[in-house]
Structure formats: structure tokens, C-alpha cells
């Protein structure tokens, strides 16, 4: 599973974005795909996951309301969806997937094999 992130960007406070996961050369088949963001000087931190047979979603609860993941099977792609964005969401957002995850680690960086590269989410006051 090799990940591709995408539809980062600079926006305004107030605003919203859609990020975008893609995998290529495997399905996401039997895969927990989460999204997790890191900013300077902070840990990488937890804020979705989306169990792809099934599409069962957990967020972080601070971002419960305002971000949604989401799947779309025929792209074989995930988004996260971004609503209400604030300064404090500034972050590389990067997008993980684990075929073995245990559900109870979900929010654990290191539970995840496969990363992509990161995508840049610039929020202005």
C-alpha cells in the first residue's frame, strides 16, 4: 500500500478543506485508514480513522462535529473533510493505514505500516 495525501492548502479561519488519501498498487480492502496531523514542536496527533469494510468512523473528540472521513470505494480513496478550520489546525496532515491494527491503538501513530507524505494545512486569523 503506497499513500498519497493531497488537498492541503492556505486558507482563512472559518473556512473549510478536503483532504485526499489515495492508494496505489493495492486496495484499501480490510485496511483501517487514519488520518493523524503534526505541528512544530508538537507530536504527531491523532484526528480520524475509517475502517474501510464497513466504513465505521472515530474521531478525535476535540474535532468531533467538525471534521467527517469518508470513503469513496470506486477511487479506492479517503477523504477528511474539514469544516469550521481554525488557526490551531495548522498542521502537516499525513494519512496512514494498518491491515492489523487493534482497535484499542487506533490513536497510536506506531499502529500504522504504511504513511504517506503529508499534506500542508495553513489556517490564518
Not at 23 to 42: L, M
Request: a positive charge; hydrophobic letters at 35%.
Amino acid at each position: 500500500v503506497q499513500l498519497q495525501a493531497s488537498g492541503g492548502g492556505l486558507v482563512q479561519a472559518g473556512d473549510s478543506l478536503r483532504l485526499s488519501c489515495v492508494s496505489s498498487g493495492s486496495t484499501f480492502r480490510g485496511y483501517n485508514v487514519g488520518w493523524f496531523r503534526q505541528s512544530p514542536g508538537k507530536e504527531r496527533e491523532f484526528v480520524a480513522n475509517l475502517k474501510w469494510n464497513g466504513g465505521t468512523t472515530i474521531y478525535a473528540d476535540s474535532l468531533k462535529g467538525r471534521f467527517t472521513m469518508s470513503r469513496d470505494i470506486t477511487k479506492n480513496t479517503v477523504y477528511l473533510q474539514m469544516n469550521s478550520l481554525l488557526p490551531d489546525d495548522t498542521a502537516v496532515y499525513h494519512c496512514a493505514a494498518s491491515s492489523r491494527i487493534i482497535w484499542s491503538q487506533i490513536g497510536v501513530p506506531s499502529s500504522y505500516e504504511h504513511w504517506g507524505q503529508g499534506t500542508q494545512v495553513t489556517v490564518s486569523s
